[in-house]
C-alpha cells in the first residue's frame, strides 16, 4: 500500500509545495520506496510509494501522454491486463509497467462509468487539465483508507490517513468507500449490488461449486505481485483457506515454489500458533512463528494509536499483534501478504450471530457489517501493516466473491446446537474434500476464535486490568463531562480514547471513528469469548 495527500482548488499552490511534501512524509511508512510531488496550478498531488508490481517504473504521480491527467493512486487494480486488452493499448502509449496506469485511460475513455469494471482495491484522486476539474474515488468495501477535509480557504484536501489532515484542515471526513467525488455531482455511490439493500432478503440456495471457484478466483487474482510476499496464517478457519488455495495455485504454476506463512501469538498459550502450525505442516509452506509478550504488546499501544487512528476497543485489541507480526514479515523481506479479512461479515462467523432472532435479521447483520468494514477489520489490516511498509490483500472481500455469498438464503448461515450445524457451514462445506482434502478436518471445522483472543487468552485480559490500574474510578465517573456525546462504556475504552485524544487534537477527529459492538448477546465486549456459544480451546497441551 501507498501514500496519497491530494490538496486542490488552493491559492499559491507553488508556495505551498514545501508545506504538502513535509504533511506527505507523514505517509511515509506506507510508502518507503519512493516520493513524488506533482504542483500544476491550484493544486498539489503527492505520493508515496510501496512498489508491488512495475518495480522498474510506475513512480507517482503520473502524468498521461498528453500531460492534461495526473493521477495518484493507491492500491492495486488486479485486472488491468484485461483492461488494456479490452482497446486501450492500442490507442494509448503506456509510459509505464504500473497496474494503476490504466485508470487515466478509462477515465478518458468512460468518465466515472470506468470504476465499475475495476477488480481492486484503491483510493485514488486525478486532476484534469482540460476540463479544470478532478475525482477521487474509493474501493467498493473500502479495503484501502481515505479521508478528506476543507481548508479555511475553501481547498479540498484528501489523504490516505488522517495525521495527514489534522493541522490543515477546518473540517475532516471519512471518504465513503464504493463511492466518487467530483466538484460537479458531489458524492455520488458507483457501487449498489443488489444486497446492498438489507431489506431484499435472498432466497436461493447456495451453490457449494460456485463458492469455491469464485474464493479461488479472488485468491488468484491477488497473487499479482513481483516481490516475495506470503500469508497471514492463524490457524483458524478464514486464513487457513486462504493459504491453502494460494498454495494450490502456486504449486500448479511452480510445484517446487516455496510459499511462506507467518503467525504470532503469546508463548505457551495461544491456540492459534498451535493451529497454524499444523496447517503450515499440511500444506508445506515455510513457516514464522513468532511470540511476543504482554509488555511488548503494551509497550507499543501509543504508536499503534498513532497509526490506528481509532480509539475502538475490538481493533485496537487485534491490531496489536498484527502490528508486531508485520515488522518481523518487514524485516524478513517481504512486501506483500495475503489475509483472511471479511468471511465473518459475509458469512455471519462472529459468534454473536448464534442469537440472530431470525434470518431476515441475520441477513441485515451481516450488510450492515458489510458497510462498515472500512471502519474496523479493514481498517486494522490496512493500518497494522502499512505501518511497516507491508501492502496487505483480502481475497473474501472480492467484489465477484461477495456478490456470491451475500446473495443466498441468509437461513443457511444461521447456526447454533439447536440448529445443528457451525458458523460458518456453508464455506467449510465448499472447501470439504475427502479425495483432496484443502485442510485437516479439524482445522475445517475448528471453532471461530477473534485475532485477538486466539494469540492467547491474557492479552485481552491484560489490557483489561492495565485500564483499570491506569483509569480511576472518579475520572471514569466524570467521564460523561469530558465526552459528552460517545463517552467511553468501560475502562478500557476510556484508556484508549485518552490516548487518541492526545495524539489527534482536531474536533472532527473523533467523528471519524465507530465502535464494534456485537448487536445480540448478553455482553457488549467484543470478544469472541464473552459469548456463551464460544467453547475455550486448549490447543497448547
Not at 475525482?135 to 488522517?162: C, N, Q, T
Request: proline share 5%; aromatic share 10%.
Amino acid at each position: 500500500m501507498c501514500g496519497i495527500l491530494a490538496i486542490l482548488g488552493i491559492e499559491n499552490a507553488a508556495d505551498k509545495r514545501a508545506r504538502a511534501v513535509e504533511l506527505a512524509s507523514r505517509l511515509r511508512h506506507r510508502g518507503p520506496d519512493w516520493s513524488g510531488v506533482h504542483v500544476r496550478g491550484n493544486n498539489i498531488l503527492c505520493h508515496e510509494r510501496l512498489a508491488i508490481v512495475g518495480l522498474g517504473s510506475g513512480e507517482q504521480p503520473m502524468v498521461s501522454n498528453d500531460s492534461t491527467i495526473v493521477l495518484a493512486v493507491n492500491g492495486e487494480i488486479y485486472n488491468y491486463r484485461n483492461l488494456m486488452a479490452s482497446g486501450l493499448s492500442g490507442k494509448y502509449q503506456f509510459q509505464t509497467g504500473s497496474d494503476c496506469e490504466v485508470l487515466m485511460y478509462l477515465y478518458l475513455e468512460k468518465g466515472a462509468g470506468f470504476l465499475n469494471d475495476l477488480q481492486g482495491d484503491f483510493a485514488f484522486v486525478m486532476t484534469n487539465s482540460t476540463t479544470n476539474s478532478f475525482i477521487a474515488a474509493r474501493d467498493p468495501i473500502g479495503v484501502v483508507p481515505l479521508y478528506y477535509g476543507k481548508g479555511s480557504d475553501g481547498s479540498l484536501w484528501f489523504a490516505s490517513e488522517m495525521k495527514a489532515l489534522v493541522e490543515d484542515c477546518k473540517e475532516l471526513s471519512v471518504f465513503p468507500p464504493g463511492t466518487y467525488y467530483t466538484p460537479e455531482t458531489g458524492f455520488v455511490r458507483y457501487y449498489d449490488p443488489i444486497w446492498w439493500n438489507p431489506e431484499v432478503v435472498p432466497t436461493k440456495k447456495p451453490d457449494l461449486a460456485e463458492i469455491r471457484n469464485a474464493f479461488t478466483q479472488a485468491v488468484e487474482r491477488r497473487l499479482m505481485a513481483d516481490v516475495p510476499f506470503g500469508i497471514l496464517l492463524s490457524g483458524g478457519l478464514d486464513s487457513s483457506l486462504v493459504a491453502s488455495v494460494a498454495t494450490r495455485l502456486i504449486r500448479q504454476r511452480d510445484s517446487q515454489a516455496p510459499v511462506a506463512s507467518f503467525s504470532i501469538g503469546l508463548a505457551g498459550q495461544s491456540p492459534d500458533l498451535v493451529a497454524a502450525k499444523r496447517v503450515a505442516d499440511f500444506l508445506g509452506t515455510k513457516h514464522y512463528e513468532f511470540t511476543f509478550t504482554l509488555q511488548d504488546g503494551l509497550d507499543v499501544l501509543k504508536k499503534l494509536i498513532w497509526h490506528l487512528e481509532t480509539y475502538d476497543v475490538t481493533t485496537i485489541r487485534a491490531s496489536t499483534p498484527m502490528f508486531l507480526l508485520a515488522r518481523r514479515i518487514k524485516a524478513l523481506g517481504y512486501k506483500m501478504v495475503l489475509s483472511g479479512e471479511g468471511s465473518d461479515e459475509e458469512m455471519a462467523g462472529y459468534l454473536y450471530f448464534h442469537n440472530a432472532p431470525s434470518p431476515a435479521a441475520l441477513h441485515e447483520e451481516t450488510v450492515n457489517r458489510m458497510k462498515n468494514l472500512h471502519t474496523s477489520d479493514c481498517l486494522r489490516a490496512n493500518k497494522s501493516t502499512a505501518a511497516w511498509g507491508l501492502e496487505v490483500r483480502v481475497p473474501f472481500l472480492d467484489k465477484d466473491f461477495m456478490d456470491v455469498v451475500l446473495s443466498f438464503d441468509p437461513a443457511e448461515k444461521m447456526f447454533g446446537k439447536e440448529i445443528g450445524r457451525m458458523e460458518k457451514h456453508v464455506i467449510r462445506k465448499a472447501f470439504e474434500d475427502a479425495g483432496n482434502p484443502f485442510l485437516p478436518a479439524d482445522v475445517l471445522w475448528r471453532q471461530k476464535e477473534q485475532f485477538s483472543d486466539g494469540v492467547g487468552y491474557s492479552w485481552i485480559d491484560t489490557l483489561i486490568s492495565t485500564a483499570s490500574a491506569s483509569v480511576s474510578d472518579e475520572d471514569f465517573e466524570k467521564r460523561e463531562e469530558r465526552w459528552p456525546v460517545g463517552a467511553p462504556i468501560t475502562k478500557e475504552a476510556y484508556y484508549y480514547r485518552t490516548i487518541f485524544d492526545e495524539l489527534f487534537h482536531h474536533e472532527g477527529a473523533k467523528e471519524t471513528v465507530a465502535d464494534w459492538v456485537p448487536t445480540w448477546g448478553a455482553s457488549k465486549d467484543p470478544s469472541g469469548r464473552a459469548q456463551k456459544f464460544h467453547a475455550a480451546h486448549d490447543e497448547t497441551k
